[in-house]
């Protein structure tokens, strides 16, 4: 049977593979795997059982009009933002809410500027819309943040539609600062392009502050932004994100969306109105304890050799292995081998990934200090 060009084309997910193998051999210490560690709220488990027979059928494609007056007023207080419900479109995480808004503001071979190294999810999705990505190269030396001027010279007047950002970053877990953002949205302007900022990390941030491009002045009419309930209440599994953009691109994508997914679960929309009543003690409490782990990690995978800066959001580290091998998958592969540590090579995550790996810290302290005692071993 046929299977189109397209989707042949497409990547497998290395990250995907990993899930695999550690579930099946439990000897594997897994540094892989994107996902907070800790369980949903309590709270909000509990509000789970008692709503479950109210929420059995589909909503408006939109979203749950309180959701969406919630996650309005969330982003008010906040984010700065000047949300408006009827501009914010719940969606299965905000992986489709990205894929749709791809799909809903570029035709086939128009371009998007993507940030490489950058989530792994931004290239397959542009694909699918055969669209064109356009990368920008991320520096270490400019500790992975957007230099603007590059930015600037990669801009086609006629086929460039949009700009990706994500602050905090995956893999890089850079944020990016104020005086960027505002370079980026003043080249945003000019060009009378989208800005898409992905910001499910927004809320594991360390010593650095968060700022939304989307609360500077006058980018209401440029900027979409992508949250996600994932990361901040660990609620992966409930598959709720959203976005908030301007009403004809939130217009496009509900149309786009109602074909797709038709809404998101009701039962995670009913959920998303009570984590965000929680109050912040229980994010704050795994922000702080992925900092510990933060400190922990970076400070050994330096004494072992690796060289990794001090990353300021998410819960992943960006280490530079070229000491030891210029191959990452290469070295992946072998440190899953031969030292049963499973990382993330840099080129699942863009060309300008390579020569590094990417470690989460989203497990048990007690598992990372072993892991890095086998990094260590296999290194030496």
């Known amino acids: 049977m046929h299977i189109s060009e397209r989707e042949s084309q497409l ?37 789970a059982s008692k709503i479950i ?32 419900p009827d501009n914010v479109l719940v969606t299965c995480g905000s992986q489709e809410a990205i894929f749709m808004a791809i799909l809903s503001s570029l035709d086939p071979s128009e371009q998007i500027i993507v940030p490489n190294p950058s989530y792994l999810g931004y290239i397959p999705a542009i694909e699918l819309a055969d669209a064109a990505p356009v ?18 010279e990669l801009i086609d007047k006629k086929k460039t539609k949009a700009i990706i950002i994500n602050s905090p970053a995956n893999p890089t877990g850079n944020v990016l600062s104020k005086k960027v953002l505002e370079k980026i949205a003043d080249i945003a302007v000019e060009n009378d392009l989208y800005i898409f900022s992905d910001e499910a990390y927004e809320k594991l941030i360390y010593e650095k502050k968060h700022i939304s491009i989307g609360s500077l002045n006058g980018m209401e009419k440029y900027v979409a932004t992508f949250q996600s309930f994932s990361k901040t209440y ?25 074909y797709v997914t038709l809404c998101a679960p009701n039962i995670s929309q009913l959920l998303g109105i009570k984590a965000l009543s929680l109050p912040n003690k229980y994010t704050q409490d795994m922000v702080n304890e992925y900092n510990r782990r933060r400190k922990f990690i970076v400070k050994r995978l330096n004494e072992i050799g690796l060289r990794t800066g001090m990353p300021y959001g998410a819960f992943y580290t960006f280490s530079n292995i070229t000491s030891f091998s210029k191959n990452s998958l290469k070295f992946s592969q072998d440190l899953l081998k031969k030292a049963k540590v499973a990382v993330v090579p840099g080129t699942e995550f863009g060309n300008h990934g390579e020569g590094y790996i990417r470690c989460s810290y989203a497990t048990d302290i007690k598992l990372i200090a072993k892991a890095m005692d086998r990094i260590e071993k296999f290194v030496k």
Not at 16 to 29: M, T, V
Not at 136 to 150: A, G, T
């Open 234 to 258: 660990a609620m992966c599994g409930f598959r709720l994100g959203y976005i908030h953009g301007p009403n004809k691109l939130i217009e496009a994508m509900t149309k786009s969306s109602h």
């Open 11 to 47: 990547p497998d997910s290395i990250i995907g593979k990993l899930q695999e193998i550690a579930a099946e051999h439990k000897d594997i210490i897994s540094l892989g795997i994107g996902e907070p560690d800790f369980l949903t709220p309590k709270p909000v488990l509990d509000y």
């Open 53 to 84: 027979k109210k929420s059995t059928h589909y909503t408006a494609p939109k979203g749950i009009k309180e959701l969406r007056e919630a996650i309005s007023k969330k982003l008010r207080k906040d984010n700065k933002i000047d949300a408006n």
């Open 135 to 152: 990368y920008i190269k991320l520096e270490e030396e400019d500790n992975f943040e957007i230099n603007p001027d590059r930015l600037k």
